[in-house]
């Protein structure tokens, strides 16, 4: 099985017009779980797919997360939680 650096390696030899449409790929997943994620809820925040983009300016607490079921976190192989306050994957991976 791939792991997420592998992956991440894959996504960097992309076009970036073939980045570009993956991540609104990913988006269009995304706006399933991050818009009923209970950290998300009633922030007002309305960007996503902070595994990829990194943290909210506007979501400051965590109430709970939804990323471990996303197809996003499941697709790219990522392991991480809370991306909306703690970085994207690429973020988190670098504090490892």
């Known amino acids: 099985m791939e792991?997420?650096?592998?992956?991440?390696?894959?996504?960097?030899?992309?076009?970036?017009?073939?980045?570009k449409q993956k991540m609104e790929e990913m988006t269009k997943?995304?706006?399933d779980y991050c818009g009923?994620?209970?950290?998300?809820?009633?922030?007002?925040?309305?960007?996503?797919?902070?595994?990829?983009?990194?943290?909210?300016?506007?979501?400051?607490?965590?109430r709970g997360c939804l990323c471990s079921e996303c197809p996003v976190q499941e697709m790219m192989h990522m392991r991480w939680i809370f991306y909306c306050t703690r970085g994207s994957a690429k973020e988190q991976l670098a504090k490892e």
Do not use: A, D, H
């Open 3 to 19: 792991t997420y650096e592998q992956i991440l390696e894959q996504m960097q030899k992309l076009s970036e017009g073939e980045r």
């Open 36 to 62: 009923k994620c209970p950290s998300y809820e009633g922030t007002g925040e309305t960007r996503l797919l902070f595994c990829g983009t990194g943290k909210s300016e506007i979501i400051k607490r965590e």
């Open 29 to 31: 997943i995304c706006r």
